[in-house]
């Protein structure tokens, strides 16, 4: 992930990246795996922090991104 230590959020921003947060888990299948909670989190984080504000946008972008990545854990 890019390094985002240097990077601030105002209480209103960390709301919607909340709200996109949950929107994308509760789209998510049973099991839900906490290395995907993980993925989708810093793609919110990423795309928040290049100025993304729409909670819809942001939940969509972090759910596409997990549907690119390789599965190397299904068996």
Do not use: C, W, Y
């Amino acid at each position: 992930m890019k390094n985002l230590s240097n990077t601030a959020f105002s209480p209103e921003v960390i709301e919607i990246m909340t709200a996109a947060l949950e929107a994308a888990i509760a789209t998510l299948p049973e099991p839900i795996q906490s290395r995907h909670v993980n993925l989708v989190a810093e793609s919110i984080l990423r795309s928040a922090s290049a100025g993304e504000r729409n909670v819809e946008s942001l939940a969509r972008l972090a759910l596409l991104e997990l549907r690119l990545i390789p599965r190397t854990d299904q068996r």
